[in-house]
């Protein structure tokens, strides 16, 4: 199983709210001790999901299924500063600008999608630009994606799924099919 993988540095406060990722994080903090300082892990995994437990740790950004954002959605999160990030398996509709609404209406934080294979795996990650998803790995089927090779103003150089003109010409080609 692999680590979870936060979009951009630096990882504030986060809470995981399933559990297909070890425990083990990929991004330094693992020992707990940063130049003989001891740290808090930023990153925790709370397998059962939303609970009492999770609000002690007061998360500054929270990573769930969209099943579960959506009943986060009335749910006040004081601690939520930084980011919601919705967690998608393989083959699963996307959030809806509708949807995107909907979390900024409640969280007012910004919003990045990730694709996560069976063994935690980090298939597409939206980054920064909020331009679709960076294609992380090649095991991520993308027969009914548009997948735009153009440069990301995030600096990233890996191709992306689901950008606005993407979406656009995906819609444009589904109305000619009709
Ligand atoms: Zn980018």
Redesign the pocket.
């Known amino acids: 199983m692999e680590a979870f993988a936060y979009p951009i540095a630096p990882v504030p406060r986060t809470a995981v709210l399933v559990p297909w990722f070890s425990n083990a994080f990929s991004n330094g903090f693992s020992s707990g001790c940063v130049s003989g300082i001891l740290r808090p892990r930023p990153v925790r995994i709370f397998r059962k999901g939303w609970g009492s437990d999770v609000v002690e740790f007061a998360p500054a950004a929270i990573a769930g299924t969209w099943e579960q954002w959506q009943a986060l959605l009335r749910v006040s999160i004081p601690s939520l500063t930084h980011a919601v990030i919705v967690l998608w398996r393989p083959g699963q509709e996307r959030l809806t600008e509708t949807d995107r609404d909907r979390l900024w209406d409640a969280f007012r934080v910004p919003v990045f999608e990730q694709v996560i294979g069976k063994s935690g795996e980090l298939f597409a990650s939206e980054?920064?630009?909020h331009?679709g998803l960076?294609l992380k790995s090649s095991r991520l089927p993308t027969d009914n994606e548009y997948v735009d090779a153009s440069p990301?103003?995030?600096g990233?150089k890996t191709s992306?799924i689901g950008c606005s003109q993407g979406t656009a010409m995906l819609r444009r080609i589904a109305a000619y099919a009709r």
Do not use: M, T
């Open positions: 980054c920064e630009a331009d960076h990301c103003p995030c990233q992306r």
